[in-house]
């Protein structure tokens, strides 16, 4: 195992890195990211090092669309969590995966993560898997809205409602006792006074049809796929690992621990993504 950019640096053109240096410096690689990527940020993940995730239970789309208290529940700890994800900073993977694109050596960004800190790092071409929590969608109406102005509503509607967390699950939702969150008011859409809910897909929902076409269309033309930071626990994810692997595509993991997708990688490197990117960029020069 790879554990500092002094030793991926000395590494050179040789073993897994090696192999990651070579298809990205060839051009045209398509990126796979994942919570790992954001981990350095401040933001856990469900499988990775961060033990505290492992253990948290995620929101599911059945639960948030059938029970007003569920919902409650979900808007406020993310009301409590929202604040720790919109003050997130790009991290040092975050940059060099931006720097890449401006490169040129990148087809484009395929992100699981709803987090928007790829584009905080200022890359192009992102594809947001599973959506955003940047913004808002209302299930009734369907119109979009951004989250700073929900926050603001919410804000609003519980005055003296306080709450300190330092408990942040995956879904940028903090931990927070039931009776806490019992006494939260939830705000409606705005316009139609319809259901309001993340525009992220939730656990038991599907991607949307266009949008996992755009990415295998994405994959389909790339040179190579690159997966920075992901188990692939999820098929969502693990779909294009597998289309690149039957297109005879080279796949490259970076991640820290095993992934489902290993088995269809070319090359695997167990290393903390910054380090690594960060490495990579520099021999790029």
């Not at 993310?78 to 990148?106: D, K, M, T, Y």
């Not at 809205?145 to 804000?155: I, K, N, P, Q, W």
Request: proline share 4%; hydrophobic share 45%.
């Amino acid at each position: 195992m790879v554990s500092s950019r002094t030793q991926l640096a000395e590494a050179g053109a040789t073993g897994s890195f090696g192999m990651l240096l070579e298809v990205v410096a060839a051009g045209g690689a398509a990126i796979l990211s994942g919570a790992g990527l954001s981990t350095e940020s401040g933001i856990p993940d469900y499988r990775g090092p961060t033990g505290l995730a492992r253990r948290a239970t995620p929101m599911t789309y059945q639960t948030f669309t059938s029970s007003a208290a569920a919902r409650r529940r979900y808007w406020a700890r993310s009301h409590v969590g929202w604040r720790r994800i919109a003050s997130a900073a790009p991290n040092r993977g975050h940059h060099a995966v931006a720097e890449l694109g401006r490169r040129g050596l990148l087809a484009g960004i395929i992100t699981q993560n709803v987090d928007g800190l790829h584009q905080a790092a200022g890359a192009a071409g992102v594809t947001e898997l599973h959506g955003s929590l940047h913004r808002v969608i209302c299930l009734d109406c369907g119109q979009r809205t951004s989250r700073t102005d929900l926050d603001r509503r919410l804000g609003a509607a519980n005055p003296g409602w306080a709450v300190r967390s330092v408990l942040l699950n995956p879904d940028g939702d903090a931990v927070l006792d039931d009776a806490t969150a019992e006494s939260f008011q939830v705000a409606a859409c705005a316009s139609c006074g319809g259901v309001l809910k993340p525009d992220v897909v939730f656990f038991g929902e599907n991607v949307p049809p266009a949008r996992a076409r755009d990415c295998y269309a994405l994959v389909g033309r790339a040179s190579a796929l690159v997966v920075l930071g992901s188990s692939l626990a999820v098929m969502s994810g693990l779909r294009y690992v597998r289309h690149a692997a039957g297109l005879g595509l080279p796949v490259v993991i970076v991640n820290q621990g095993a992934t489902r997708g290993d088995q269809y990688a070319t090359a695997t490197l167990n290393a903390p993504l910054g380090d690594v990117l960060t490495a990579l960029v520099g021999l790029l020069r």
